[in-house]
């Protein structure tokens, strides 16, 4: 093996990428992540970013990180379970807690963290894993740390589900627990899990339920209280209710919400959490402020409903397929990849950013341009954004 180059892989694997066109080529945002901004130079209309109610905008959030810097300084200094457990942190909690009508809440780094760090502690050797077969990445990495048995049940399909569950009561020797674990709003297609009856299958069989709310949170529910809130759930019904930061909060975090024998659990065992540096203070407070401004300012959630109901309706009516979207995901299907490509190249000259989503992220011929709303986009954006998807669906025969 002497002389070999134990590196040469990293290339090869990349190029690999590059030609078979399945490599990320990051554009870059110039200034904020706004409805109008500018990526790569280009002016845009803003229809991929999770921010969907422009809260990292807010003068709020943003007085309450630059404020929080002033106080507490540009970072914690340490893991939470050590140095790091800041007066801001627990106020945080506290705040999503009451948000959420949990008995209590624990912040991760991201949501990412938190099922990766979370999950594999839930479920170990003797226990089972039942998971949606369209769950998020950070479920699955999640899902591979545990030493659980695992079972996959059809996308959404209730009947399937209970059919592995009930299979799974004659597994011998018995599972000790069995968890269920969904996403809320899958983002792909912006469809929602039935959470009542996965909560009901899941309560018929003994199991516990996990729900990832990471897109239906400042969605869903009452305010944006999430997929828990929507079907008026009880936290006996939902045990674990997973979200982030990143998304409708505008700022950058993970978290669980539900009892407190969770909590405690949860931050004494997830090494994600007990062995990674926590937030600064700037984010922390802006994670604070966003909640703030959820609870006392309802109209950014009806803005994100008006623009998903007009502009779905918009591109339904140009004669796109939106596929199963209930939610301000909207995918508008195109099939094959090369054409999604092309579309979407198109829409980003023509002023609109709004990118493909294709193989192996989804099915072969189920290449789609992703769309998500916004509660700050204004009509005129939305109907300069539709002219852009009838243009270039004319031009490139798609309509
Ligand atoms: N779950 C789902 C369903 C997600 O879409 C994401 C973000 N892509 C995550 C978890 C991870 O959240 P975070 O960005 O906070 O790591």
Redesign the pocket.
């Known amino acids: 093996m002497a002389g070999r180059d134990p590196v040469s892989f990293l290339r090869q694997e990349y190029e690999v990428l590059v030609s078979g066109d399945l490599d990320w080529k990051l554009r870059v945002l110039q200034g904020p992540s706004t409805p109008r901004c500018v990526v790569d130079g280009r002016h845009v209309i803003m229809l991929c970013s ?1 921010n969907y109610l422009s809260l990292s905008n807010h003068p709020k959030v943003k007085q309450a990180a630059v404020e929080a810097v002033k106080t507490h300084g540009a970072g914690s200094g340490s893991v939470r379970s050590i140095a790091g457990n800041m007066d801001l942190h627990s106020e945080l909690e506290k705040r999503l807690a009451g948000f959420k009508g949990a008995e209590a809440s624990l912040v991760y780094q ?6 990766a760090g979370l999950i594999p502690q839930l479920v170990d050797q003797g226990d089972l894993i039942v998971s949606d077969e369209l769950n ?1 990445g ?2 699955i990495d999640g899902v591979r740390l545990s030493r659980a048995d695992r079972a996959v049940y059809k996308h959404c399909d209730t009947e399937d589900l209970g059919e592995v569950l009930a299979k799974a009561e004659g597994h011998q020797p018995a599972y000790r627990r069995v968890l269920v674990i969904t ?1 809320g ?1 899958f ?1 792909m297609d912006g469809d929602m899990a039935p959470l009542d009856k996965v909560a009901a299958h899941a309560r018929a069989h003994g199991a516990m339920v996990y729900v ?1 709310d ?2 239906g949170e400042g969605v869903l529910g009452e305010g944006g209280r999430g997929i828990v809130a929507h079907h008026h759930l009880s936290r006996s019904d939902v045990h674990v209710e ?1 979200g ?4 409708a909060f505008g700022v ?3 978290h669980v919400s539900g009892s407190r024998d969770l909590v405690n659990f949860a931050y004494n065992k997830s090494r994600t959490w007990l062995l990674s540096g926590s937030h600064p203070p700037a984010v922390v407070a802006a994670c604070t402020a966003a909640i703030d401004v959820l609870e006392t300012e309802p109209q950014h959630v009806r803005n994100l409903w008006a623009n998903t109901d007009y502009f779905r309706k918009g591109v339904r009516s140009l004669g796109f397929d939106t596929g199963r979207s209930v939610t301000p995901i909207i995918p508008v299907m195109i099939g094959d990849s090369g054409a999604a490509k092309r579309f979407s190249s198109r829409l980003y000259e023509l002023g609109v950013f709004a990118l493909p989503i294709v193989f192996p992220m989804v099915a072969k011929d189920k290449a789609r341009i992703r769309t998500i709303m916004n509660a700050a986009l204004t009509r005129q954006d939305l109907d300069d954004a539709l002219s852009a998807f009838e243009k270039a669906g004319k031009e490139q025969g798609l309509l």
């Open positions: 999770n991201t949501g990412f963290a938190a099922n998020h950070s479920i996403d709003v983002s990832d990471a897109h997973m982030t930061f990143s998304k950058v975090g993970g």
